[in-house]
């Protein structure tokens, strides 16, 4: 079976501070892992993917995420939060031969100037 | 490019209505994912069309949903009769390979009441 948890509903942090919203998943299978983020009134726009390369990734916008297969995590990082970066964030697994993606319930990050 | 367009943004409809989503997806995207989130859930697979057919339609939840792409590129959703817990944001993603490099629209808020 596969699942994603997402540990935190909400995040707050300082602008100028670093980013942390966490990532477990379970797969049967290698799976393709990723970071959506959805910004109020738009679409789910793709930050990073994992597909079995290099296992620190760097996205769009400064986030990067690392995949651990020993903690089955995939964290998403960032090193100093600016306030464009609010948003809701979704982490997102594939498993090898799925049909489909498999959605945590997201993280919604606010950033305080 | 343009990307994937859904109409109408938000609709708000009563108990036994009917509603139909449509969206337009990338041009040239043979691939069209029609996922949903339900209120404080994750985002869902519901189905996937490769052009006008039904590839995979495992995460339609009954068969008052009906999905049809006419002529392989833009689809409806259609609701009928509408029940208060089909309340949600219904998201149409597009890709051009299957299960790879989906882009988004910006979903329909459904509001059941």
């Known amino acids: 079976a596969q699942s994603v948890t997402q540990l935190d509903s909400h995040v707050s942090v300082s602008e100028g501070t670093p980013v942390l919203l966490r990532c477990n998943y379970s797969s049967s299978y290698s799976p393709s892992l990723f970071w959506y983020v959805q910004h109020p009134n738009k679409g789910l726009q793709l930050l990073l993917k994992?597909?079995?390369?290099?296992?620190l990734v760097k996205g769009i916008n400064g986030f990067e995420a690392e995949f651990k297969k020993s903690e089955t995590s995939f964290h998403l990082t960032k090193p100093s939060a600016h306030m464009s970066d609010a948003a809701e964030y979704f982490c997102v697994v594939n498993p090898t031969g799925a049909n489909n993606l498999f959605f945590g319930t997201g993280t919604r990050l606010t950033v305080i100037p | 490019e343009a990307g994937v367009t859904q109409f109408p943004s938000h609709s708000v409809i009563e108990k036994g209505q009917t509603v139909t989503l449509r969206c337009d997806p990338i041009?040239?995207?043979?691939?069209l994912y029609w996922y949903r989130r339900v209120m404080g859930k994750e985002i869902k697979f519901l189905l996937h069309?490769?052009?006008?057919?039904?590839?995979?339609e495992s995460g339609m939840p009954n068969n008052r949903f009906l999905a049809e792409r006419t002529g392989g590129t833009y689809s409806t959703l259609k609701v009928q009769p509408a029940e208060l817990e089909d309340s949600g944001v219904y998201f149409c993603a597009s890709s051009q390979v299957a299960h790879y490099g989906y882009t988004f629209g910006s979903g329909t808020r459904l509001t059941v009441v």
């Open positions: 041009s040239g995207h043979d691939n």
């Open positions: 994992y597909t079995s390369a290099a296992t």
């Open positions: 069309f490769v052009k006008e057919s039904k590839q995979d």
